[in-house]
């Protein structure tokens, strides 16, 4: 994606990171918008809308992920 996306950086504030159940939370979410959303960490980027690639992220509390989004409703997506 090119910087010209919206982005948003968030830090994992939940004491057990970005879990399984967290992660399914964020996948319906990304579905419900006319959007693609990706989530970096350092130089992985994976597709919001897959758990299992969010969980290779092996994202703590504490880290900083950045989301970013392309489409329609991409500034709606990420606030």
């Not at 970096?40 to 900083?64: H, I, N, P």
């Amino acid at each position: 994606m090119s910087s010209s996306n919206p982005s948003r950086t968030i830090t994992v504030a939940n004491p057990e990171g970005l879990h399984a159940r967290a992660a399914l939370l964020v996948r319906e979410l990304a579905q419900r918008f006319h959007a693609k959303v990706e989530i970096s960490k350092g130089a992985l980027r994976v597709d919001a809308t897959d758990v299992l690639q969010m969980l290779s992220l092996c994202a703590e509390q504490g880290d900083q992920l950045v989301l970013e989004a392309t489409g329609d409703q991409a500034d709606t997506v990420l606030d």
